[in-house]
Structures are given as structure tokens and as C-alpha cells.
């Protein structure tokens, strides 16, 4: 006699969502975890690492509406396909670059492959998530980014003191294409699709879901109508600046900013994205709770404008200390806000954007990383003309404080779905 299925099948779509985005991660911080290593390899200066990271976020910017928009119109199974098959290709052509332009060129496709991850497994939330478990359905997905950040580390380093900068992005690649099988496999886009699935958990979806299966053009002239939405834009720009320097720029900034050894930032780096596997985890929680006792509007400013606020203290505090220990400490405190900051801003994404979820996460995505763009290219042209690490931290406090303000003017309470009916 066949067992029931102890865990329901929204909740294994999350943990299939969870290790896409782990990977992702797994990913985007190999380089900078190997990026003394790479500077040294090609005689890179701080401009010219600079520019290999942003290609990645260059690409991943231009290319991220066009994903989400082919996400909502083909279905989130063939994107993320197209998405995991061409990002692996690229991450394991990383570890074959012969120089800078190498890299760049490499960086660039990779991040236009990359491109749409996050929007369209929004998208797929809000296709297999009820309305009250939303955020809970973001939760577990971005827990994955936490988790890859703090995997990475501890599988990267290793490999790359044993075998050379270049064999990690062999392994990742590896990663990706087993991650590719089990959804071709298995994934599908609709709750009605899957086999095995009881009614009564179909039913629970269906009734709360708001995605619609009919296509319909998405017309761009809500959006200029939505201040609401142009604010939480305007704040994904300023929360991207700060994590794309967890991401791509702390390895380097700990080693030749504040002098830690390569054993030093391994550990602090482990610490500061394992911490915040906790505050992912009870993002979506916490959240759903102080919706259900402040209200939605209340609730998501709450979050959005506090986490904000504490993220650019802590940074300050990094940036006017020599102690490794408070560095690490600061650092720390400062990524554990980051992560309910961005699980806030794509919960916002379904609520303002229904049934276009996945374009409207892609538009607010493209504009955050178009600010990680700006950051990667700005922290490294700003260490050679200052000939400090610490001199971009301050703008990127003065960043993290606009974004705190942003957050209490925006309203998450009109969908784009409201505004085409009036």
C-alpha cells in the first residue's frame, strides 16, 4: 500500500526552488571567493576585477525582464531548463579563462544566463503557494541564497588550495546539470500537472492562488502608473549595492581592507551567510504574523524600513573599526537584516503583481542589478583612487539609509491587476 506523502507538495517545490537558488549562489561567490587568487593569476588591478564582476551583473540586468517575461508566457519549467543548462556551460568556462577579456566576455554570458532566476521562481511561488503562505513560499526559496553564500566557503577554498582557483567552477557546473535532471524529471508548472498531488491540497492552491492560466500582453504603462511600485524599485537598487558586497566584493575586502588571512575571511565569510540561514528561515514567519496583527501595508514597511536602517549602522560601525572581531561581528548583524530585506521587497513583487508576478519581480530585479553594476564597478574604482577598502563602505551607508526611507512611502496594497481594471 503506497504511503502518503508526509510533506505537501507546495513545500517540495520550495525545496526544489531552495536548492536552484543555492546554487545560484554556490556560483556567484566562487569568484569572489578565489579572487585574490585570480588577481594574481591575470595581474588584475581593482578596476579590472571590478569590471569582471560586473559584467555578470550587467548581463543579468538587461537580460532579467525578457526572462520573467518568457517565465509567465511559456511556463517556469522550460525557463529554469534554458536558465541551469547555460549558466553551468558558463561557470565551468570561468575556470577555463586566459585573462581578463576572457572573463569578462565569460562573466557576461554567464550572468545573461543566469537571468530571471529569482523572478521566475517567484512566479512559481505564486503559482504553488496559497495567498496566506506566501511569504513562507519566498522564505524557503531565498534561504537558499544564505545557504549556497554559506556552503561556499567551505567547499570552494579547499578545492582551490588543493587544485587551483579554476577546479571549483568545474564542481559548480557539475552541481548545476543534477539540479537540471530533477526538474526535467519531475518539476511542473501547474499544481493540476502533478501526479500524486491529493485534492485537497490542490484545492487549498487553487482557490488562493491568483495566477491565471490564459496569457495576456503585459501592458508597461501600469508600471509608470504605480508609484508604489517605482519606490520598491527604487529600494531593490539600494538593497542590491549592499548585498552584491557580501557577494562579490567581502572575500577581498576582509583580506586586503582589513587584513584577515585566507583562514579569517573562510570563517567570518561561513559565519556571515550561515547566520543568516536563521534570519530566512524566520523572515517568512515573522512576517506572516505581523501582517496578520499590523495589517499588509503596516507590516511590509515595518520590515522594509527597519531592516534598512539597521543594515547601514552596522556598516558604519565595520567601516570605523581595525578590530577583526567587530568587523566580523558588524558584518555578521548587517547580513542577517539583509536577507528578510529581500525576502520583503519579492513578497511585495506577488502582492502588488498577481498574476504577472514573475514580470513584476524581473522589472524590480533588473533595477537591483543594475545597482549591483554600479556597486561592483564604483567599490573598485573607488579602492584605487582612494587606496582605501574602506571609502565605498561609506556610501554604501548612505545607500542602505535612502532605502530605509523609501520603504516607509510604499504601499503594497495596489496590485497592477487594479490598476487595468479602472
Known sequence: MALTPKIPYRFRIGILLFFLILITYLDRVTISLVGVRIKSAFHLTNSQFGYVLGAFALAYAIFEVP??????????????????????????????????????????????????????????????????????????????????????????????????????????????????????????????????????????????????????????????????LWLLIASYFCIQWANYFFVAWMPNYLQEGKKFSEQEMKLTTTAVFLFTILSSLLGGIVSDRLIKKKGLKRARRTVGASTFGIMAVLVLISTETSSHRLVAICLIGAHFFLAPAVINSFSSCVEMGGDRAGTVA??????????????????????DLTSSFDAPQFLMAAVLAIGAFLWTRIDVTRTVNQLSIR
Open 67 to 228: 526572462s520573467a517575461l518568457m517565465g509567465d508566457r511559456l511556463g517556469q519549467r522550460k525557463v529554469f531548463l534554458r536558465i541551469v543548462i547555460w549558466w553551468s556551460v558558463f561557470t565551468a568556462l570561468t575556470g577555463a579563462a586566459t585573462g581578463f577579456m576572457s572573463l569578462v566576455v565569460i562573466r557576461f554570458l554567464f550572468g545573461m544566463g543566469e537571468a530571471g532566476a529569482y523572478p521566475t521562481s517567484t512566479a512559481t511561488v505564486c503559482r504553488w503557494f496559497p495567498r496566506s503562505e506566501t511569504t513562507r513560499g519566498i522564505s524557503l526559496m531565498s534561504t537558499g541564497s544564505t545557504t549556497g553564500a554559506a556552503l561556499a566557503p567551505l567547499i570552494v577554498v579547499p578545492i582551490a588550495a588543493a587544485f587551483g582557483w579554476r577546479a571549483p567552477f568545474y564542481v559548480n557546473a557539475a552541481f548545476g546539470l543534477g539540479w537540471v535532471l530533477v526538474c526535467y524529471w519531475w518539476f511542473k508548472n501547474h499544481p493540476a500537472e502533478m501526479k500524486g498531488i491529493s485534492a485537497e491540497e490542490r484545492e487549498l492552491i487553487e482557490t488562493q492562488r491568483r495566477f491565471v492560466t490564459e496569457h495576456r500582453g503585459f501592458d508597461w504603462r501600469l508600471v509608470a502608473r504605480h508609484p508604489s
Open 362 to 383: 524581473g522589472i524590480m530585479n533588473f533595477f537591483g542589478q543594475a545597482g549591483a553594476f554600479i556597486m561592483s564597478i564604483f567599490f573598485g574604482k573607488i579602492v
